[in-house]
């Protein structure tokens, strides 16, 4: 999709900001281990979702479903360097957010969760897309083409997460009751 200065980005993008704050909230919220959960669940979600994709691709066809096999190909087949770059990109680069955001949690005293989450985003946005632009790409683009192919890319992520910013305290505040609600129960 176009994006600023003739610049483009990938549609697949879009909410990747939303997921790295979501998981600096989980951390507020809940605590450093549960948030390395969460990128694990997440981790294990997309493997067991391009490990069934790679089965469905390899399954023969029924007659009667050859009409449709181009398409879901086209829909399912990601080259496997591609699905190992957003993989590998997203394991390390949320297990940084979570290192970072405490890191800067503790830096600033627990207050002002927004910077906290911002520049934790700022660190770990980078490295996820230097990752992937690096991995998908090396040897296919020069660098210097990959570089200003990746530079919007953490632009817009780097951007959107400050705008999601306000949905993180709403995020913060609804845990946050729900924790208090169970942690009454519990009693």
Known sequence: ??????????????????????TDVIGQ????????????????SVAVFMLYSLIS???PWSQGGLAFKDSYNTIFSVS?????????????????????FFWFKKKLNDKAFWLQSNLSNLWSQFLDTGIFMLVAFIGVYPLKTIILMGLPWWLYKVGMG??????????IHLLSYENKSQQNQDI
């Open 80 to 100: 496997l360097r591609m699905s190992l770059a957003s993989l590998l990109a997203y394991v390390i680069g949320e297990y940084q957010d979570v290192l970072a």
């Open 57 to 59: 691709l390899s399954a």
């Open 29 to 44: 919220v809940y605590g450093r281990r549960m948030a390395k959960n969460f990128v694990m669940a997440g981790f294990i």
């Open 162 to 171: 400050f705008v999601y910013t306000p949905l993180s305290y709403l995020g």
């Open 1 to 22: 999709m176009p994006f600023i200065f003739g610049t483009h980005l990938s549609v697949s993008i879009i909410f990747f900001p939303f997921v790295f704050l979501t």
